[in-house]
């Protein structure tokens, strides 16, 4: 399935997509102003859009197989987002109150918590690449479960970068490099918190330069 764009009714009234959404081998999906009820299923499929309501939205995702660029967006109101997945992602955007539920294999993914909180529950593992969390209204947390992992074994490491009001670190933040080490930023605009289990690293190997790490 290719080029399929749903709508749902105009702000006001509310259209609802009940039961499981599966999107399967497809390319070019949109599914726009409706509220889901269900787990919306994506597998194998390529430039998919999910966009929830000026309301409060609950979407939940889950990802299998090989998914390029993703977006998913609840829109105005208080949104509650859930990714469940082990795909390789190629571009993952997530907007909304953010948790992330599993362990993500991926190359990029950037978050926007559009001033609701973001909270990193689990491993989000990409190793060379970049997580960039943007929420420069409201809070980013990284629980004590949950951790960013921008290390690379064999090349430089990736980069992290989050921009929030306030910050918390409670698990871990690493972007090692088997060459060179790689980058975290961490720009809280009222308040950075590093908890006593909160570890941050971005080394090289024995051969390598020391990343670059800005607080």
């Known amino acids: 399935m290719s080029d399929l764009t749903l709508q749902g009714a105009a702000d006001g009234n509310s259209s609802t997509l009940t039961g499981a959404i599966s999107v399967i081998d497809s390319l070019n999906i949109t599914l726009r102003n409706f509220i889901f009820s ?16 000026e309301g409060d939205d609950e979407i939940n995702v889950e990802l299998e197989g090989t998914i390029e660029n993703v977006n998913v967006e609840g829109d ?3 949104d509650d987002i859930t990714i469940n997945t082990d795909a390789d992602i190629g571009l993952g955007q997530l907007k909304g109150q953010v948790n992330l539920s599993k362990s993500l294999e991926v190359v990029t993914v950037n978050i926007s918590g559009d001033g609701n909180e973001v909270q990193v529950e689990e491993k989000i593992d990409i190793p060379g690449s970049q997580v960039t969390i ?32 306030r910050i918390a670190i409670f698990g871990s933040l690493s972007a090692d490099g088997g060459g060179d080490g790689g ?18 690293t971005a080394n090289a190997s024995l051969h390598g330069d020391g990343g670059e790490m800005s607080l």
């Open 76 to 78: 105005a109101g208080s």
């Open 183 to 200: 980058v975290i930023h961490l720009l809280a605009n009222d308040m950075l918190v590093i908890g006593n289990d909160g570890k941050l």
């Open 134 to 165: 943007n929420n420069p209204k409201g809070d980013v947390i990284i629980n004590s479960s949950g951790a960013i992992d921008v290390s690379d074994d064999e090349e430089t490491g990736g980069k992290i970068e989050i921009n929030a009001k």
């Open 38 to 53: 269900g787990i919306i299923q994506v597998s194998d499929s390529s430039n998919v859009n999910i966009v929830g309501t």
